[in-house]
């Protein structure tokens, strides 16, 4: 007999096959009857596996339990806990490990006190219908962990008498920040329900509230607060939209509503929005203290398998054992290499709705003899679907490699995407990470040296990277930014910061913003009105200032505040002849044109030709590209419609570039040895 705290056990075995948990259990206690035993199982970090609903319900014969469990999930190799109880007071768990191939070992058999965590875990969540959701939603292990405490705190200090309603009873002052791709609020409905049985949740999405095409702008708003019921807890998503019109009349109501303790108020967005709007309404900070703030992780990569083979359990599609574990195998090779790293629900449902259930379909018309299902096979998953493709992230980096030129800026920008992505998987892992996640970036350089194709670039992989929630670039310049009476400068830079949220604000001949000489140049306030929005933490916005080297270097020495807010610099030089005789090829190949060799030479010696007269404001791959199209092209064109009045014309006709077009193109595009047009002169920069 194993004695160990009072748990009197005389054997146990235990076993998985697939989704399935068996074990049996001799105890020395005969009078036991079916629902003497109850237990549920857990993963690491309280996910729930499974519970002994009445589908699982044990068999208990003269002290001898035998139990059988199905769960929606696969029992992965790993590290499990079984909490159960036995009879009236004997309560336990029992520690096991999965291997690989599934073999079972118990590793301990503890009994547990009265409230402590796997108490509460077992005896006061383990059957609830809203828990059961939270316990097994990828991505929520510190809404698992916070429950079980919350509870474990509110149980004792009901027991003690103690009035705790700050901390615990009152249904105020949460944020749940979020990645911006799954939808959080049915982990924050869950979370709820299990923490206020008296109280309601009405969730809302901020971007309702208020309306500028309505006669009244406010009519949303409106309608939250004539239906809300005083004692409900307003859960506000998506609160980016509050840092925009009429969020400063939203957030005043709601917060005089809740001092005089009208509602609760929860937040929930990226940890861009909600920096933002704190930063925007820092009064608000007073209801929502740090200890209450909960991340909404990414899945794990067990976390995604499981989500696998839940959504699997809801198409009624059982595989085989052996499937089972490729389809495994499958999903956690994709999630390694990035290819399904950050799929929502969503995009496994498509997956078995494209990919699966069609092929499965397929077979069973095909071979079936008889209307019965069949098992899933492997030939009906398209496993490549979920692995060795390129990630969106691999993808955007790759475009940047195939950019001609540029090998320091392309490997600087690598390594602060890999030191982003890296940094991403430490907090994963629950290891600190010293990072304000702030990348704005100085570029310099001639017209047509890549800057802004290189910055709608970074806005992509930034947004692969969680970094920016849309990714697009806002390109603007003086003319945009800087108006002509007194105000209209910072209602400009106002507008422009809230459309360019989650994007990349790059503002070209960033150096005519600012004067060195006087305080009345608008331009000056511009620059004075993005100082604050650029040293925000973690602001779901990058800023680039664009102009010539020479001229942004005085530039960052005019504000002393400048030059910290732009960590990052990036100097673009000029192409070369060979580089821009790569451009011009690449152009041609895309579109299917062939030179001939005394083209591709003519074309060589006019490229080189253009930068001996090339003046400060030549180009570059700008001139190539307006060389190539406007300017070959159409010579092209000129020729062809000579010919075809003297013969047919065949295919070869419409891809040959000769020499003659070349020379014809050369002489509309060629750079004057003398500079037409000076760089504009700007106050406080001239020599």
């Known amino acids: 007999m194993i004695e160990n705290n009072n748990l009197l056990i005389k054997s146990m075995e235990m076993s998985v096959e697939g989704q399935c948990f068996i074990m049996k259990m001799e105890t020395d206690r005969k009078n036991l009857k079916d629902h003497d035993f109850r237990c549920c199982i857990y993963a690491d970090d309280y996910f729930l596996m499974c519970t002994d609903a009445d589908e699982n319900a044990a068999k208990v014969r003269h002290g001898t339990v035998r139990l059988k469990m199905q769960s929606r999930f696969l029992w992965l190799a790993g590290h499990y806990k079984l909490h159960f109880t036995l009879g009236d007071s004997l309560m336990g768990v029992m520690e096991v490990q999965v291997d690989e191939q599934q073999a079972v070992e118990i590793q301990a058999i503890n009994a547990y006190g009265v409230f402590d965590p796997d108490d509460i875990a077992m005896s006061f969540l383990a059957n609830d219908t809203a828990w059961g959701i939270l316990a097994t939603l990828p991505g929520t292990k510190n809404l698992r962990q916070a429950t079980v405490d919350l509870n474990r705190m509110r149980l004792w200090a009901g027991c003690l008498n103690l009035n705790v309603k700050d901390s615990v009873r009152q249904p105020s002052g949460y944020v749940f920040i979020n990645k911006g791709k799954e939808n959080p609020l049915p982990a924050i409905r869950c979370f709820f329900d299990e923490l206020y049985t008296k109280s309601s949740l009405e969730l809302v999405d901020s971007t309702t509230l208020y309306d500028a095409t309505l006669q009244n702008p406010m009519d949303g708003f409106n309608r939250l607060l004539n239906e809300t019921e005083a004692g409900k807890t307003i859960c506000l998503d998506h609160v980016g939209a509050l840092t925009g019109t009429g969020g400063r009349l939203i957030v005043q109501h709601l917060s005089n509503a809740v001092r005089n303790k009208r509602y609760g108020l929860w937040l929930s967005g990226t940890s861009q929005e909600v920096e933002a709007l704190f930063n925007m309404y820092p009064s608000l900070r007073e209801f929502f203290p740090e200890s209450k703030r909960l991340t909404l992780l990414q899945p794990t990569p067990t976390e995604m398998v499981h989500s696998f083979f839940s959504e699997l359990t809801a198409w009624d599609l059982h595989p085989s054992e052996d499937v089972s574990r490729q389809l495994a195998a499958a999903v956690r090779k994709g999630c390694d290499d990035g290819t399904i790293a950050n799929w929502t629900r969503a995009d496994i449902n498509r997956f078995y709705q494209e990919h699966v259930m069609k092929a499965y379909l397929h077979r069973l018309a095909d071979t079936a003899r008889s209307f019965n299902k069949d098992e899933l096979k492997a030939d009906d998953i398209d496993f490549t679907q979920l692995y060795g493709q390129q990630s969106g992230y691999e993808e955007s980096l790759q475009e940047l490699n195939q950019m001609v030129g540029l090998d320091n800026i392309k490997k600087s920008i690598a390594t602060i995407a890999h030191q982003v992505r890296i940094f991403a998987e430490r907090r994963q892992q629950g290891l600190p990470t010293d990072t304000k996640d702030v990348f704005h970036a100085i570029f310099t350089g001639s017209p047509g040296t890549g800057k802004t194709t290189v910055a709608k670039m970074l806005g992509r992989i930034y947004h692969q990277l969680g970094l920016l929630s849309k990714g697009e670039v806002i390109a603007v310049d003086r003319s945009r930014i800087v108006g002509r009476f007194i105000g209209d400068t910072e209602d400009n830079v106002k507008n422009l910061l809230r459309e360019a949220q989650g994007n990349v604000l790059f503002i070209d001949e960033a150096y005519t913003l600012y004067s060195s000489e006087g305080n009345n140049d608008y331009g000056r306030r511009a620059v004075e009105s993005l100082l604050t929005s650029l040293s925000e933490k973690n602001p779901d916005m990058l800023v680039i200032f664009a102009g010539y080297k020479e001229e942004m270097d005085r530039l960052m020495t005019m504000n002393p505040g400048l030059h910290d807010r732009f960590p990052y610099k990036f100097h673009f030089a000029d192409y070369t002849a060979a580089q821009l005789m790569q451009i011009a090829e690449h152009i041609f190949q895309q579109d299917q044109y062939l030179l001939a060799k005394d083209a591709r030479d003519e074309l060589q010696l006019s490229i080189e030709k253009a930068l001996q007269h090339r003046s400060s404001h030549f180009g570059n791959a700008r001139w190539v590209e307006q060389f190539v199209r406007n300017g070959i092209i159409p010579a092209l064109a000129d020729r062809l ?47």
């Open 641 to 687: 419609a000579d010919t075809k009045s003297h013969r047919p014309l065949v295919r070869e006709d419409y891809q040959h570039v000769l020499v003659s077009d070349v020379k014809a193109a050369y002489e509309l595009f060629a750079p004057s040895p003398i500079e037409l047009k000076p760089r504009l002169r700007v106050v406080g920069f001239g020599t």
